[in-house]
Structure formats: C-alpha cells, structure tokens
C-alpha cells in the first residue's frame, strides 16, 4: 500500500517559468512533510518541510503548500532554473511509528526537467 | 554541518560473497541512522532503522540474517549483505538524524552506495 504518490513521474518546464510538483498521502497519521532533491548517484539533500498544522511554508524560491482535507501537498519552485533538474521525492513522518526515530516515507518521486 | 558520508560508494562482487557498507556521520553525532534501498526508477525504501547500542529494527519483508546491521558508535552504522545474489544489486543508502542541531523530524542523507552482483 502506497501512503504516499507522485503520480507524476517527469515534469518538463521552461526555465523561469514556475515548477510545480505534485504529492498525494492516505494516512492521516503523517505530522510532518518534506520535500529532498536527489541527482544521479547522489544520496538526496533536504529542501523544505511542513508541518500537518500548517498550510504553507516558504524559503527563497521554493514554497510547500498542503491541503489537509485533501490529503495533497504541492512544491513550487519560482522561478525554475537549469540546476533545479533533479528528481523530488516528497516524504511524510508518521509519527505513531516512534517519535524518537523518525522514520519517513518517501513517494515515487517526480523527475524535474527545466529547459534553458 | 551535517554531512553523512559511506564508503565504498560502489562495488561489484561475485554471487555467495559478503559485503560491508560503511556510513558515517561527520560532523555530528547520530544516535538513528537508517538504511535505504532503491531500485531503478523507483522510491527509497526503508530497510531498516539503525540505534547506537542496540539492535536494529527492521521493516517487513527484509531479512535481517541477511542484512546484517551494526551501529557500534554514534557516527558509524555498517550494512553487511551476507551471501549477496543478483537480485540483491541495488542503490543502498544511508541517512542519519543530527540530534544536536536538525529538527526532530529531518534526515542527512549518504551519498550512497551502488552494489552489483554477479
């Protein structure tokens, strides 16, 4: 059972132009989410993160916006740039797992091409 | 800060042999690392979470004979894969949680490690 997708595995977009990525959760349990960026043979590297009890949060370009009700949250990058091309795993914590350890569950992750 | 490194970042080995993957947090303390996997085109999956002096915890369906966990020190957690077959090739990664200094809720992730068996 997958608690949480990227239905969308690749994503193409104009360089300046805003980049918007797509992650959808089933299990309400989820306290925290958060967004990494991963290149090839890279381990992947912390963008931004939310909290259930809040519906935005923003740093520089990059803004995470979440729909409880809906169980959706989106990443916008404005505006998109070259190096921005990478795949974007969303990641959610549930914290009935173990408050103390923390472990995440990451979606499929989405393959960002932003086109000079 | 919070840089995790692991050692070797690649490796090809021969069907029936063991492998030893190294990660280590550098410039914190970790008292949880986790170990990843993933498959091509496809999510990391946890494999199991790793605690300082105690035994690992593993997720269902991963079989901790095989995958062997050690996390003797706080800035050194091991994954030894025991008799290693093809199936076993994959992306192996590591993440550790810097509990001086990130949230409660943040992973520092590895590199990581490519693992071919032949």
């Known amino acids: 059972d997958q608690q949480v997708k990227q239905n969308s595995p690749s994503l193409s977009v104009q360089e300046g132009r805003i980049s918007i990525l797509n992650c959808d959760y089933t299990?309400?349990?989820?306290?925290?989410f958060l967004w990494y960026k991963k290149y090839p043979a890279e381990g992947p590297t912390f963008l931004i993160s939310i909290s259930s009890i809040k519906d935005k949060n923003e740093d520089g370009r990059f803004t995470v916006f979440l729909n409880k009700s809906a169980k959706h949250l989106s990443l916008h990058i404005v505006p998109s740039q070259p190096g921005d091309s990478a795949v974007y795993f969303c990641?959610?914590?549930?914290?009935?797992?173990?408050?103390?350890?923390?472990?995440?569950?990451f979606g499929q992750g989405t393959t960002l091409q932003v086109k000079p | 800060g919070a840089v995790v490194s692991q050692h070797p970042s690649w490796v090809i080995c021969k069907s029936g042999t063991s492998v030893k993957i190294e990660c280590r947090s550098l410039d914190f303390q970790a008292t949880t690392m986790f170990w990843y996997r993933q498959f091509p085109k496809q999510s990391l999956m946890l494999m199991a979470t790793?605690?300082?002096?105690?035994?690992?915890?593993?997720e269902q369906g991963v079989e901790k004979d095989k995958f062997l966990i050690n996390h003797a020190s706080l800035t050194l957690s091991t994954l030894t894969v025991t008799s290693a077959h093809p199936e076993d090739s994959s992306f192996y990664i590591c993440?550790?949680?810097?509990?001086?200094?990130?949230?409660?809720?943040?992973?520092?992730f590895g590199p990581g490690t490519r693992l071919t068996v032949t």
């Open positions: 790793s605690n300082e002096g105690s035994k690992a915890t593993y």
């Open positions: 993440s550790a949680r810097d509990l001086g200094t990130g949230t409660h809720y943040e992973q520092y």
């Open positions: 299990n309400s349990m989820f306290d925290y």
């Open positions: 990641a959610a914590r549930d914290h009935t797992y173990s408050s103390n350890t923390g472990k995440l569950i």
